[in-house]
């Protein structure tokens, strides 16, 4: 399983950013994917994963509102658009895939972080 998360970088608070991630195929058909994140100091948490089919989407409390979880088919690309962005935000991201949807931080596959800077 290949996971390749990209599009981070250092933004202004309030401004956006889309990061998308790319599976192999057979992943992306058939596996849940998510977005987490880890900021420094701080535990992993989950932000949104989405079903495979795309018909179910979780949002941590802290981003509800402001980050959507996407999925297009066509590219085997999950994406993660995040808008009013905060100093808060600012952490790698990490996209992961599992064959079951789940809120827990123990998925079985990780691709390596892309990271957020967000400036205040």
């Known amino acids: 399983v290949q996971l390749q998360a990209s599009g981070g970088g250092l933004v202004q608070a309030g401004g956006s950013l889309r990061l998308p991630c790319a599976a192999s195929?057979?992943?992306?058909?058939?596996?849940?994917m998510g977005w987490f994140r880890q900021a420094p100091g701080k535990e992993r948490e989950f932000v949104a994963p989405i079903s495979w089919s795309g018909g179910i989407t979780y949002y941590g409390d802290s981003v509800k509102g402001r980050f959507t979880v996407s999925r297009d088919s066509a590219k085997n690309t999950v994406y993660l658009q995040m808008n009013s962005l905060k100093p808060e935000d600012t952490a790698v991201y990490y996209c992961a895939a599992d064959r079951f949807l789940t809120t827990s931080v123990t998925w079985d596959y990780w691709g390596q972080g892309t990271l957020v800077t967000v400036s205040s």
């Open positions: 195929e057979r992943t992306f058909s058939s596996f849940a």
